[in-house]
């Protein structure tokens, strides 16, 4: 277990004042400056703080400070941990800098226990905020006992979620597209290598923890076959996990017939269940089988997606919502943020439940038409929480932004 002590310049932390400016001029959502984007009406998005690198993961918290992760690009050992803080007297937040040279930060939750758990590249380590010394304690990593993640290839991000029992569920990313290798197709014959066994990538992890201690006493694969799981959340009345994929690009290259890629594949929303293979890379869309696998029988052996999301959308932070402040249409929706440059993507969506409560209903839009205009950047969501306010709050990595999706509108 590592004990990791702040030295005590960072841990007097570095101070600094938000003055955003990437919104409509002049106009207000909450007493901050307002995005220029389209929303439901009596809803409205707020700049909370720019200036940041490259933040990825926003932890709002239940006395209005908000913790985010900022990777500040793909360099090893460049990021940083900030705290925002409202202002004592006018709006606008001042940020206080946590933590610096972390590798690649990204993932960021409250634990069981309060405590703050952040995902760096093959580790995941905790801090309690109450604890001035701000001592960090590996739980998979570093020092810990437990093995480090892969955090290998192309998708090496670490992003986790507690179940509602308290165990940590962990995303593992694939190395490659559709395990290609060396940029040659894969030989169609033989199953790919990096996609099966226990250590697997392209899979959710299971860490089961021990509570208080905090630690990890077991840990399996819990699911396969999933290319990129950066967006997962546990839903609220039956405790089940879902998760959002990021599927394959690359596929007009195998496939030369297609005339665009623009939509095809569609990204997925997978109900996860245990033991179970997604069908990353041998399949696509609804079970249907990749042209680097054109034999393979995917109904046969893999679990099809629950539903179809647009092609490149590049889901990369998705809550389901419990509160209140929203109108009660979008009670219990999954909402999700799409990354992705293409037309699907730069936009937030909340997925209506259905009548089983299910996520399956009507897709809409939550914000769009999040393109370029001025000084203002095409958005580009990455996580995506619920405060304790009932807001939605987000990280938009491309422009450095915190955001926060409000809504201040009569109640139907």
């Given amino acids: ?45 707020a700049v909370l703080a720019d200036g940041l690198k490259f933040p990825r993961g926003v932890l709002p918290l239940t006395n209005g400070d908000i913790l985010v992760t900022d990777m500040a690009g793909w360099a090893p050992k460049q990021g940083k941990l900030w705290l925002l803080q409202p202002k004592a007297a006018g709006a606008g937040y001042e940020r206080k800098l946590l933590l610096d040279k972390l590798d690649r930060p ?54 986790m979620r507690f179940s509602p029992k308290g165990d940590l569920y962990v995303n593992v990313g694939s190395s490659t597209d559709h395990c290609e290798n060396d940029g040659k197709a894969p030989d169609p014959a033989k199953a790919c290598p990096s996609a099966e066994g226990p250590e697997a990538l392209g899979a959710i992890r299971e860490y089961t923890m021990a509570w208080p201690a905090g630690t990890v006493t077991s840990w399996r694969t819990h699911a396969r076959g999933l290319r990129n799981s950066m967006a997962l959340a546990f839903h609220p009345a039956t405790g089940e996990l879902w998760q959002a994929e990021n599927a394959r690009d ?96 730069h936009r937030l969506v909340a997925l209506l439940p259905d009548k089983a409560g299910a996520p399956l209903g009507k897709s809409v839009d939550l914000i769009s038409n999040w393109e370029r205009k001025g000084k203002q950047g095409r958005g580009a969501p990455v996580d995506v929480k619920q405060g304790q306010d009932g807001d939605i709050y987000m990280a938009d990595d491309h422009n450095g932004l915190v955001l926060k999706l409000h809504y201040a509108g009569a109640k139907p």
Wanted: charged share 15%; aromatic share 10%; with cysteine.
């Fill in 106 to 159: 990204n993932g960021i939750v409250q634990g069981p226990d309060g405590m703050v758990y952040v995902g760096e590249v093959g580790r995941i380590f905790r801090f309690d905020l109450r604890d001035p010394s701000r001592a960090l304690t590996d739980i998979i990593g570093g020092k810990a006992k437990t093995p480090r993640l892969p955090g290998l290839g192309l998708h090496l991000l670490t992003n």
């Fill in 1 to 45: 277990m590592n004990k990791k002590m702040l030295a005590g310049a960072l841990a007097a932390c570095l101070t600094g004042t938000f003055a955003p400016a990437f919104a409509a001029a002049g106009a207000q959502c909450d007493g901050m400056p307002r995005l220029d984007v389209t929303t439901p009406p009596g809803f409205c998005v």
């Fill in 250 to 345: 690359a596929i007009q290259a195998a496939m030369p017939q297609l005339k665009s890629d623009e939509n095809l594949p569609h990204e997925e929303l997978n109900l996860i269940k245990a033991d179970r293979h997604y069908g990353w890379p041998y399949c696509y869309d609804d079970n249907v089988a990749s042209p680097e696998y054109p034999k393979t029988a995917c109904d046969a052996q893999y679990a099809a997606p629950q539903r179809l999301l647009p092609g490149h959308a590049a889901p990369l932070g998705m809550t389901f919502y419990t509160a209140s402040r929203f109108p009660a249409l979008y009670k219990n929706s999954l909402i999700i943020g799409y990354h992705g440059y293409r037309a699907n993507g």
